[in-house]
């Protein structure tokens, strides 16, 4: 599994960041960003869930593979 950022939809909001910072970290302008190629482990799945329901954009999903 791999956790990907929309960026068409993201804002900005940074909540991806402060809800799952082993997942996202932020750039130069703040917005949010997939650390590495985003593989969401077990350890870290349920930082990824809180991040796809703490983005008011829906910018963040979970994918296959
Ligand atoms: Fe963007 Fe959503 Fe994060 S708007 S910065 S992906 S909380």
Redesign the pocket.
């Known amino acids: 599994m791999r956790i990907v ?2 960026t068409e ?11 799952a910072p082993s997942l ?1 970290t ?1 750039d130069e302008r ?4 997939v650390i590495g190629d985003g593989t969401v482990t077990d350890e870290t799945l349920q930082e990824a869930r809180g ?1 796809v329901n ?7 999903s979970i994918i296959e593979g």
């Not at 939809?9 to 809800?19: D, I, N």
């Not at 703040?30 to 960003?33: R, V």
């Open positions: 950022i929309d939809r993201c804002t900005g909001h940074a909540r991806c960041v402060v809800v996202f932020d703040g917005y949010g960003c991040a703490a983005c008011p954009e829906r910018a963040i």
